[in-house]
């Protein structure tokens, strides 16, 4: 379910391993590498992992996402090393028995990698680089209200 790789990721072949006859929905996101970021043009992104760290944190989202939404099913698959504009350095697959909590548990799960999982980021750019740790933005699904 939980898995690091530096091979190109197959997102389907993540979302197959959450296809359960009793769920209702699933969704895949696709993290890839953009090329512009304000402004600033990317030419790679290179990543890094404390790879026993990064798979037993994935595992601690899946269940969370179970905790939070019982009966929701994750998997996560990184890439690391080289990826270029428009590969996918991530694709986190969710399903659940009804959409509402398929649409929460995806974002939650991303955002939750973004904080906790030991995965490192050097974005290389025309003109230099830099290494990047936490990626968190500004929704924290900690302190997110769920819906019912």
């Known amino acids: 379910m939980y898995e690091i790789t530096h ?3 197959d997102a389907a ?28 043009r990317t030419v790679l992104l290179e990543y890094e992992a404390y ?22 099913l994750c998997a996560i698959t990184h890439r690391l090393g080289k990826v270029a504009i428009a590969e996918a350095s991530v694709v986190i697959a969710v399903s659940s028995p009804h959409r509402a909590h398929c649409y929460e548990a995806s974002r939650y799960a991303i955002e939750r990698l973004k904080q906790i999982v030991p995965i490192w980021k050097k974005e290389i750019w025309e003109d230099g680089s830099e290494w990047k740790g936490s990626q968190t933005g500004p929704w924290n699904p900690l302190q997110t209200p769920q819906f019912e």
Request: aromatic fraction near 6%.
């Open 51 to 72: 790879i026993p760290m990064a798979l037993k944190t994935m595992e601690t989202i899946g269940e969370e996402l179970d905790n939070q939404w019982p009966g929701t």
């Open 7 to 9: 091979d190109t990721i």
């Open 13 to 40: 072949e993540v979302a197959s391993k959450v296809n359960l006859p009793n769920h209702g929905a699933s969704l895949a996101f696709i993290g890839t590498t953009r090329e512009m970021t304000y402004g600033q």
